[in-house]
């Protein structure tokens, strides 16, 4: 026999100890937290949110939603160079997840919460008669001044690629069965993205600007193109691929299709940079030290628009990546 779920003043007792002892939380038991300023860094503050059947599968394992969800959410921070310390949640619950599905739940944040060293530090909790939503606030610092901003890319920078692009898109092709995908590699990328937090020191060293890699590759660098006032070419067979997403170009007959699937797919959280040809090889180096893939795969410029080609050859793009309306 389940166990019904707790009401909402125990559902926030139950999330005390995720605050991990940060005294910012006041132990939850506030209607706000209280965070000090810290001299010579700026707050960084993202948020994201997600909606079953939207944003991961339905069935999926409450654990894996709530590290999906931390995870998505820090991508965010680690574009921006910032050192995360702490989150927000928001939860909004269907009538039939009992306590056993919440527990779980709570027990994947405590796993990444700590994994990643962050602390609840409050939010909300409410019902809904509709799909399972929940929502996180994510908070980190930043060197004064230093926050790497898409706006700050310049005519003539490299468009640099940490991280592989297409496992997303293919992560969830085979997390649905549509794929074949050996060990699951694949569908666990798309599950549990890894977001570039370690990175942070070498964007604050290397990149003039940077987003993360979630609505599409060409998507994301073009909102680097518009917020800079610039253009941009990429050339889609210099793509940063893991194993699988090899295997799975290579088995394509269309492999300039296939190229533009993968970079228009998004749920990547990879980081694209803007860096001088200079810093290039230098943040390369650095990305690739700690085992992270990385690529040049094209410019920015003063010519407005976004060119892309496979081969020298030019590709149409109809869609640059996801959309929600």
Known sequence: ??????????????????????????????????????????????????????HFLVGEAPDIIARRLLRTALSDLAAKAAEPFGYFLMTAWPGDRDQAWRDDFKQGLARDGEGFGVALLGGDTVSTPGPFTVSATVLGWTPRGRAVLRSGARAGDLIVVCGAIGDGALGLRAARGEI???????????????????????????????????????????????????????????????????????????????????????DDYALVCAVTPADASALIAAVEAQGILAAIIGTFDATSGVRVSHAGAPIPVEQPGWRHF
């Open 180 to 266: 074949v995908d050996p060990g699951g590699v694949l569908a666990n990328r798309y599950r549990l993205p890894e977001p570039l937090i370690s990175l942070g020191q070498a964007l604050l060293d290397h990149a003039h600007a940077a987003a993360d890699v979630s609505d599409g590759l060409i998507a994301d660098a073009g909102h680097i193109a518009d917020a800079s006032g610039l253009g941009l070419s990429i050339q889609l067979d210099q793509l940063p691929l893991s194993t699988g997403g090899r295997a799975w170009l290579s088995a394509q007959r269309d492999q300039a299709a296939a190229s533009l699937a993968l970079a228009t797919g998004g």
């Open 1 to 54: 026999m389940t166990r019904p779920p707790p009401d909402e003043f125990a559902w926030i007792a139950a999330l005390r100890p995720l605050t991990r002892g940060d005294p910012r939380a006041l132990d939850l038991r506030d209607d706000a937290a209280v965070i000090p300023a810290r001299p010579g860094f700026d707050l960084v503050i993202s948020k994201d949110a997600m909606v079953e059947g939207v």
